[in-house]
């Protein structure tokens, strides 16, 4: 049976992978794991893509702004980070920052204990 389309996962460890293998194949799409963006570069230019899923923990913001680019730039796919709650917090300061719904426990409580102001748009 021909996939509906093909995944590339970008950065992912093993035991990510052995998660979200599962549930690809059970909606009949190919999950194709890359260790980097430099890799996932290499794939998009010669291979199509119906999404792209990025793990943010395993990848450097720097690396993870090119493949941003890489996605303006080219299109033809769907980009998903998947960002760790750990990395989400109101006393890191940020310019701009997108939180998972919902919150992680305890966030809105660090955001009241916070002495800089916080913008939700």
């Given at each position: 049976m021909n996939p509906k389309g093909r995944v590339l996962l970008v950065g992912a460890d093993p035991v990510l992978v052995n998660e979200l293998a599962p549930t690809m194949i059970a909606r009949e799409f190919?999950?194709?794991?890359?260790?980097?963006v430099r890799a996932a570069a290499l794939r998009l230019a010669t291979e199509a893509f119906s999404a792209v899923v990025l793990d943010a923990a395993r990848v450097p913001p720097?690396?993870?702004?090119?493949?941003?680019?890489?996605q303006k730039e080219k299109g033809g796919f769907a980009l998903f980070v998947l960002e760790p709650a750990t990395q989400i917090s109101p006393a890191q300061s940020a310019p701009l920052r997108r939180l998972v719904w919902?919150?992680?426990?305890?966030?809105?409580?660090?955001?009241?204990?916070?002495?800089?102001p916080v913008v939700f748009l």
């Open positions: 190919e999950l194709v794991p890359t260790p980097d720097k690396d993870r702004e090119a493949l941003v680019a890489l919902p919150l992680p426990n305890g966030f809105l409580d660090q955001v009241r204990a916070v002495e800089v």
